[in-house]
């Protein structure tokens, strides 16, 4: 276990599946686990892991291929790192947990809750769209972004960007904040975790796995409905897609949108977000949110801060 430059963060090795990770803990209490996506490693959450962590037992892995995590030659499915997740959860014995995705990060946290919904508590996924389920058009209308095409073409991307990596990762980190930027530390962590070959090949399996990842979950809710309480929180540019895509399959969910506010949340508006956060992980059974079939709302009474807009229930 190694000491972090994030006060009361330590990191360790964690095997899983066969591959090992690379694991940020800090905190006590009920397990709270963060999963990143693309260009991000564990620091994505560097500003909301302290205050998580005052109630919290925290836990935010690199993905398998991602930051310091072992690169095995497959396994990047949504399914796949999902299976991870689960593995994590009960190697620390931290479930059931509270399962927080975002980007890549995304797909595997929602497929972990409809595969083990023992495992997990309480469900928030973030500025991602959920395979090719309905809802997301208006978001898709002129195509996926740029990139999805471009990472998915086997060995182009890695090619290309080879020695180029820090003004692409950099590219991502300013569009994600709507030019605000990131730390010059975190910067500097996030370039290093994907420059080079095998860095980069790793992150793009992901992408090159997303048409698995999207047959996974049109099973997944062919045969169940997502029981575990779900927040959906998104920003630019996804905005309401992924809410929209996921109430047709939840029996209780509540969908915020925080504006002003670029896609890499965590950083861009780490306050917002643990102002949606933290009552929604305080709330008991069927407090926050709406349950299906007409129940009574019943908001948490932590205030939500009120730029964000939001609807609660499911259809």
Known sequence: MSVTPFPDVRLRRITVNGVELNV???????????????PH?????????GPLARRYRVIAPDLRGFGDS?????????????ADAAGLLETLGAGPAAVVGIDLGTPPAFLLAMRRPGLVRRLVLMESVLGELPGAEMFLAGGPPWWFGFHAEPGLAETVLAGHEEAYIGWFLDRGTLGRGVRPDLRAEFVRAYTGTGALRAAFAAYRALPAGARQIREAVAGARLTVPALTIGAHPVGRALEQQLRPYADQMTGHVIPDCGHIIPLDRPDALLGLLEPFLD???GRYGQPAGGGTLRRDTSPTPPPISSSTGTT
């Open 24 to 38: 940020a803990t800090a905190g006590q209490g009920p397990a709270v686990l963060l999963l990143h996506g693309f």
């Open 283 to 285: 709330a008991d059974e």
């Open 41 to 49: 490693t564990w620091r994505l959450w560097s500003a909301v892991i």
């Open 70 to 82: 072992e690169r095995p030659t497959g396994g990047y499915d949504a399914g796949t790192l999902a």
